[in-house]
Each structure stands twice: as C-alpha cells, then as structure tokens.
C-alpha cells in the first residue's frame, strides 16, 4: 500500500510555523553502564543520562498537547535500520540523526536513517554527541560539519545539534570546570555559525547544565534550546532561555524509543523579537529587501530570490521549509523584458503631442 506524503513544503510550516509529585524512578543508561562498566565509545546518544540522573516522573498527556505540537523522533545506531513509514503512520513529521561523536565515530547506520526520514517525506537534522575530553570544540564541530552536520539552503534541512549532556564513559562533566566547559561549548558553536552560517541548537539537561556549566545564559539569545525531561511538564529551563523550542519528553515512545515535540509558540516568539534569529534555517532579511531597494547588475541562480532580495525566507520548526520559492523567468514581473528575471520597464512620462501649429494674423 502507498504512503500519501503531504507536501514537505506543509510540513515544514506546520512544525518550524515558528520547544502531582511522582515517584522518581532511576534506570541505568544501558546494559553495560547497569553492570559497572563503561559502554563502548562511539555508542552514546541523546538522552543516553537522563534515566540515570533525572529518571522519569510521568508522561506528557492530553489532547491539546498532541494537537499543538508536532511529534518528532530522534535516531542513532544503537536503533539500526529505522520503519520510517511507520513513524510517518503514527504521526511523527520530523526527525534527527545522529552523524558522529567526538572526532572519531560516525554512525553506521547514518545513510539508511538519514535519507529514509527525508524520502519519507519529514525535515530531518542532524546532532553530535560531544565528549569535551577529547578534543576542542573547534576540532569537534569540523568533524561534525564534514561527516552529515552539514546545512543546506534547501528548506528541508535542520540546523544541526550539540548534544551535551551526561558522559557516559566517565566523569559527568567530563573533567572541565564550568568556566571550562562554557568556553569549550562556545568554542564549538563558533566554529559551527562559521561554517555553516547558522546557529547550532543545544541538547541538554536543566540539571546537567547547572552542574557542568554553573547554569550559564549566555548562549539563550543565539541558540535554540532542546531540554530532554522525561515528565508530565519540561520544568525550569536552563538560565538564559525564556522558552524551549524542542522537548524531549520519553525514551519509551513507539518504535524508536525516543519521541520529542516542537513548540509552536517558539516560532511566534521568534518572530516579534527581530535581531538574529534562533532557528531559522535561512537568513535574516537584508537591508535592501527591508527597505524595498532593488539593487541590478547580479544574475541569481535557480532557487535563489531576485537580486537586492536577501536569502528566501521559510517557514516551520527551526523554519526549516514552507516559503515560497521565487522562481525563474516569466514569475517576477510582466512580460516583454529579457534576462533571467524580468525587470519593471522604466518609468515614461506622458506620451509626447504633436505642438499646435502656429496662430495666424489676421488676413
């Protein structure tokens, strides 16, 4: 039987159109970790602490929720090869997938999870899994960018994550003082905005980030936030950010395990604080487009917006897609020009009249 795909342009301005007391119950990270030993590099993913540092204290529930928030997923290799049609089938729009760790694994199973979120129909992203022990931010973030954590003007790709949080070969903090590890995030999401021109978002814990970073809000107005919390609510959130964009909320969920939902109100917020934006996956508007200024003398090429427009602008979580793309001749202005895009004529006065003809005397 067929899979209907909504159009992926719909989808992406559906989800980035912009994140009682219970008894807590701790669970190990995984088998290895539950046995006394550390697990084997490279097999870390998102969320692999929350069980073990923060357990889990109910899920999120009711209609309102489901209906406002789009559910998306998050994969590594640890899932293997992933039934995408049947993420699709229960409602999940959106995924992200894990493409390296450190500066020395890459995810096996990366090509098979990456292209079958996308040929499915979802926007899909890619994350890294820090381990500050290793080597700089900078070098992570460059191998990060080269092996999938890539971006691309396409309006189906999500900015890329930093996953940081909980190590789960040693100790929690991976041995750095919080000033440290504050130096050593910025030093990643630096190098990740240079290369990629957009802001990296930021997986953590509330509670890992006030021990590991001494609950540091210096990067809430750049990069948006992804809080995992296995609750009935996200909780407070780091300092710094006034809202969460993306919430992972269960590593319990259908077929994948982990499950997480968009904030819809964070695109609305986005958008009546101007400035940098925090996930858009294209650019602000330039000056000239703002100001309705048309600069010449530039061809664009396919997919690009007129010249003097700036970067198309899209819609959806993290705007990863849904804007109109310009299109080439015959779209912009009437007919008659020439070129790749058709100009305005210029402006003409009045048609010229013939002058009246000389007065007579009298005869």
Not at 166 to 191: E, H, K, L
Not at 285 to 302: L, N, Q
């Amino acid at each position: 039987m067929s899979v209907l795909r909504p159009s992926r342009a719909l989808l992406a301005g559906a989800l980035l159109a912009a994140l009682a007391v219970s008894t807590v119950t701790p669970a190990s990270a995984d088998g290895s970790a539950a046995a006394g030993r550390p697990p084997a590099r490279g097999s870390a993913h998102l969320g692999m602490g929350v069980l073990a540092h923060d357990g889990r204290q109910g899920d999120p529930s009711g209609p309102r929720a489901v209906a406002t928030q789009t559910e998306g997923v998050d994969v590594s290799g640890h899932q293997g090869n992933v039934d995408w049609a049947a993420l699709w089938n229960s409602g999940v729009k959106w995924a992200y997938v894990k493409a390296t760790e450190g500066t020395y694994y890459k995810n096996t199973y990366f090509t098979q999870q990456y292209n079958g979120s996308y040929n499915i129909g979802m926007i899909r992203g890619t994350y890294h899994f820090a381990t500050p022990d290793t080597t700089s931010g900078a070098a992570q973030a460059h191998y990060f960018v080269d092996n999938g954590g890539g971006w691309s003007r396409d309006g189906k790709t999500l900015p890329g994550v930093l996953d940081i949080e909980w190590n789960p070969y040693g100790d929690a903090c991976y041995g750095r003082t919080q000033s440290q590890m504050v130096a050593w995030i910025r030093d990643f999401v630096t190098t990740y905005r240079a290369r990629t021109g957009r802001d990296a978002v930021i997986y953590t814990a509330t509670s890992w980030w006030t021990q590991c970073t001494g609950n540091y809000s210096g990067f809430g107005s750049t990069n948006p936030l992804w809080i995992a919390r296995y609750a009935t609510s996200v909780g407070t959130l780091p300092a710094g950010w006034p809202y969460y964009t993306m919430w992972q909320y269960t590593s319990t969920g259908p077929i994948v395990g982990d499950h997480n939902r968009f904030n819809p109100a964070s695109a609305s917020r986005r958008r009546g604080q101007g400035g940098r934006g925090r996930c858009r996956t294209h650019g602000p508007r330039s000056a000239s487009r703002r100001r309705g200024v048309r600069r010449r003398g530039r061809t664009p090429r396919d997919g690009q917006a007129p010249p003097g427009h700036g970067p198309v602008r899209q819609a959806g979580p993290l705007r990863g897609g849904g804007g109109r793309p310009w299109r080439r001749r015959g779209s912009w202005r009437g007919r008659g020009t020439r070129g790749p895009w058709r100009r305005r004529p210029p402006a003409r006065g009045p048609p010229r009249r013939a002058p009246p003809p000389p007065a007579r005397g009298p005869a």
